[in-house]
């Protein structure tokens, strides 16, 4: 056996008899990173679980063999042993550690992170406390926690999300496992936090020699990071192999479907998108024959609807489940495509167009108040001297890490918060141009269903205790006097267009899913016909392959309707592919704003560059060319004298510190940097990437 | 799989799939599907629906009327039910209890009550009895059970000092006992609703004020507070009266938590997106609170109050047993309790302790019912 973890016909129940796994055979190679990539749904998560005999009530394993290489050589099948067994604590405590997603839920907030990293130690390994402290402290050190001795005694409310991450990570790697198992362990970070634990992950994996199984849904992250892929889809493993192979090869069209449907970042990044169509479905509902039929483009019926697939080896260690690839592989067209619906592109701005909105050194200061009279104390300048430009058709793209001020800049305008100072000039060239922070009445009015916002959350930002015909009918009901007829014809007309049935208008949010409540969201934002529409991560809360279908819907809702987007967003390939032009935010202020081009293949801003390079699986060089961000985003309460990212700029020289560097440069590419035309900032766009489909 | 459609490209809604019309439901629909998940809750909410029948028609169902007494009967233990007789003919059925004779035990002087098998009284369904009216509305005489010649002794729970029947006595303490909570709730609601809703929806120094002073209401003893208040009604105002006086006075202490759960929905509410959105669609203030943010929170608050109207029920009946809430000829659960403040009492004649047995049955009740409700308040999270 040269696996460490053979897993083999994993079947694992859940309630009322469904299977949410079945038949899953799958080998984790010793010393190596295996991928387990698949949208939600498949069973990625509970097959990790599985391995460590730690599934959620009224999840069981029911079938099949989990096969551990012990470390003196014997074989012990995990899934035949009992999950409380003192077998099974072992083999938690010493061959097989787990790091989530979410440190805070991982991490107990009553203890010091030393406590709790030590604890495993003074447990499993019988050692004194003085000795478990040191080995502890130099295991924060060897997972890059800055000021280990420190940290040690920290509580996890005092450190950053970075660093909570690396002492999950060193909490569990301190026993030294065989294997570990990485759910999802950057998927709530900051792309440039994102990059440094991946980073860490592979550093330590070679210098270790341990096995890792990382879960996760991002193709960019696995090129970054793994030896070999396994796909799954609803239970089942449908192709595996090395990575590049996988990657540079897909055969699968699951595989082709998500790699077709991530961004790319090298040629054209405003080719249109292909989504997989529809939804994983739920277990219980699992299609006969092949289980990716109803979304796939080669499906024959009669063919692929009826018979189970079967694994085909295609040599090079590369595996695929699908029957064009298995012995009636001639039954199967592997050219019929499902052509993407055609988005008609948007109309071009025209240079001396006027703005749609316009907005002018724009403040909002959030006052931090303290004591029994809530006297202010100070301020947190989340929008801090804003200026920039929004023409009539385009997408502006708005990028930054979390706690940068974008997303209060966009509520900001949109009227959530009172802005503390500035102008915003909105004119749509029918009314009298109007300020947005001075408006009062009618004016007001008109203005509240020009500019129309979508939420991140498409659970949170819809009324459950409303019908969808009165979630999005609201603000004609608020606002203008159609009647209830009109609202109706309305509402309909929204919902088609958006892709859903008219009939849903009776149903209420709950019966929907998360993509179809987020085309809810965005039928209501534009129920008022409105001009600008300012999506706040309005895609991030979602699949890869929903994320694209509505990424395509937008783009063409845009072209039809002629919307303006304030896109804002965290991901930086979302914003290549949807945005005419892209500013970049930091600490309140906007530090490069220009053209998706210009941002994407000039970066002029060492944070721009370091954003860039942050983004996983893109442009794969040699790790010395990397630029990686350390630290984090500055208290937005402190006052800052000159550059605010001097801190964090691997250029910064004396005089960065003392001057607040200006947005300057021509009128298409505008960069707030004093070396600008001293450096030479690298991209890593543009270069050929992962091959798809 | 029917959640993709290729023809149109569209995704059917998953509850089609689940379930079909599920995506139809309400609030209250899917609220209601998930208490009846709830057992405990459920029995707890039928047990309370019987308590208020019962608290609605007392004089039909209990036996005798509140007056009715037997001096001859003081602190009789229960009569067993016999269901049938042999008279020399063989067996007949007829159900009936058996009067009481009474022997003096000289040892210990005190009175006995033998069964005496020769004085049969009858029993039986629909007997007439004392005249009333049903509802307040419908003469009639009829009782729901009882001796079948009015006026014969029949204490299937024993009787008290004075000689009457405790079972009916308990039954008519049901009326006050149970509605006082109610009341007294829907007092503390008002002001809970109101107080609480200003609180959350000002915030700042009007919030920090309300706080402050919800703090100090409740830092203040109950107990004495209460007993401080009920001293100062004067002995003359009239029963009725001191029963509302009463439901205010339990109020007084009862609003703050309300309050404070009012508020916590509203800060929570204020920053949901959904009401965030609401604002976008340009609804005023009312309309958001309204349409909004109360229906959202509205199922939360029936659970709170049906877990409150326990603690009225205890408080009533604390103070009653105390001799300082409610008084006779009013007749509420405490007030029968009174029979039973010394042990003495108790050893001899443990049946007065039948109205406390009803106390904990309808505070069980309550408690499983909110419980239940609690659960059921946000349906969605399953």
Known sequence: ?693 | MSTFDETTGQVAPIAAVHQRGRGYDGHWALVWQKFLRHRLGVAGGIVVILAYIVALIPEFLAPVTLEAYNPSYSYAPPQAIQWGRDDGEGWRFLPHVTAYKTEIDYNSGRRLFVPDPETVIPIGFFVQGEPYRLLGLIPTDRHLFGAVEAGQPFFLAGADRLGRDILSRTIYGTRISMTIGLIGVALSLVFGILIGGISGLFGGVVDNLIQRFIEFIQSVPAIPLWIGLAAAIPQSVPPLQVYFLITIILSVLGWTSLARVVRGRFLAMRSEDFVKAARLDGCGPVRIIFRHMLPSFLSHIIATVSLAIPGMILAETALSYLGIGLRTPIVSWGVLLQEAQNVRTIASAPWLLLPGGAVVIAVLALNFLGDGLRDAADPYSD
């Open chain 1, 1 to 693: 056996m040269d696996n460490l973890v053979e897993i083999r016909d994993l079947t694992i129940t859940f309630a009322h008899s469904v299977d949410v796994v079945t038949g899953l055979d799958l080998d984790i190679p010793a010393g190596k990173t295996l991928c387990l990539v698949g949208e939600s749904g498949c069973g990625k998560s509970v097959t990790a679980k599985a391995i460590l005999q730690v599934i959620d009530h009224p999840g069981r394993v029911s079938g099949g063999a989990i096969n551990l290489r012990q470390a003196n050589g014997a074989v012990l099948d995990i899934a035949a042993t009992k999950p409380t067994s003192p077998v099974m604590r072992h083999v938690r405590g010493a061959d097989i550690a787990m790091i989530h997603q979410e440190p805070m839920s991982f991490l107990s907030p009553l203890y010091t992170i030393g406590n709790q990293i030590s604890e495993a130690l003074t447990l499993h390994r019988k050692m004194s406390e003085k000795e478990a402290r040191a080995e502890g402290i130099r295991m924060l050190e060897q997972v890059g926690m800055p000021d280990p001795e420190r940290r040690y005694d920290s509580y996890t409310f005092q450190l950053s999300g970075g660093q909570r991450q690396r002492a999950m990570i060193a909490m569990a790697l301190i026993n030294q496992p065989r294997l570990l198992i990485a759910d999802e362990p950057t998927t709530a970070l900051d792309v440039t936090t994102q990059a440094n634990i991946l980073d860490l992950l592979a550093q330590l994996q070679r210098d270790s020699g341990m096995a890792v199984l990382f879960i996760t849904h991002d193709l960019g992250v696995v090129a970054e990071i793994a030896d070999e892929v396994a796909v799954m889809y609803l239970g089942k493993i449908v192709e595996r192999g090395p990575v590049k192979e996988v990657l540079e090869h897909p055969r699968h069209p699951y595989t082709r479907g998500l790699l077709a449907s991530m961004p790319r970042l090298d040629g054209d990044f405003k080719a249109p998108l292909k989504a997989i169509p529809g939804m994983v479905p739920p277990p219980a509902l699992r299609p006969t024959g092949c289980s990716f039929h109803p979304r796939c483009e080669w499906a024959v019926a009669g063919f692929c609807n009826m018979i189970s697939v079967l694994e085909t080896e295609l040599g090079n260690d590369h595996m695929v489940a699908c029957h064009a690839y298995g012995p009636q592989a001639a039954k199967i067209d592997k050219h019929a495509t499902r052509t993407p619906a055609a988005v008609a592109p948007a109309e071009r701005r025209a240079e001396s167009m006027e703005p749609l909105l316009s907005v002018r050194d724009l403040h909002k200061h959030f006052p931090i108040r303290s004591g029994f009279f809530q006297r202010q104390t100070g301020a947190v300048r989340a929008v801090n001297d804003i200026s920039l430009d929004i023409y009539p058709g385009e997408t502006l793209g708005l990028v930054g890490e979390s706690g940068c001020g974008k997303s209060t800049l966009g509520q900001t305008i949109v009227g959530l918060h009172r802005a503390d100072g500035g102008a915003i000039r909105f004119a749509d060239g029918e009314h009298e141009p109007a300020d947005l922070l001075t408006a009062r009445g009618a004016t007001a009015k008109r203005l509240r269903t020009d500019i129309r916002m979508i939420f991140q959350d498409p659970t949170g930002s819809l009324n459950p205790r409303m019908r969808v015909r009165d979630i999005i009918g609201e603000v004609l009901q608020v606002n203008s006097r159609f009647s209830a007829g009109e609202i109706e014809a309305k509402v309909q007309a929204l919902l088609s267009k958006v892709g859903l049935s008219p009939d849903y208008a009776e149903r209420y949010p709950h019966a929907f899913s998360g993509g179809q409540r987020q085309r809810i969201a965005i039928a209501r934002a534009l129920a008022s016909d409105p001009r600008l529409v300012i999506a706040d991560e309005a895609v991030s809360a979602l699949d890869v392959s929903v994320q694209t279908q509505i990424i395509n819907m937008m783009k063409s809702l845009q072209a039809e309707m002629g919307l303006t987007y304030l896109f804002v967003s965290h991901d930086l390939g979302v914003i290549a592919n949807i945005s005419d032009r892209v500013a970049v935010m930091y600490a309140g202020r906007i530090v490069e704003i220009g053209s998706t081009e210009a941002i994407f293949r000039n970066p002029r801003h060492p944070y721009t560059e370091a954003l860039l390079a942050a983004i996983p699986g893109r442009g794969v060089s040699k790790p010395r060319d990397r630029i990686r961000l350390g630290g984090h985003v500055p208290d937005p309460s402190q006052q800052l004298v000159g550059c605010s990212f001097a801190d964090r700029c691997q250029y910064a020289q004396p005089a960065c510190r003392a001057v607040m560097p200006p947005l300057e440069g021509t009128a298409d590419h505008r960069f707030a940097c004093i070396r600008a035309d001293e450096l030479r900032l690298r991209t890593v766009t543009g270069q050929p990437e992962l091959v798809g489909a």
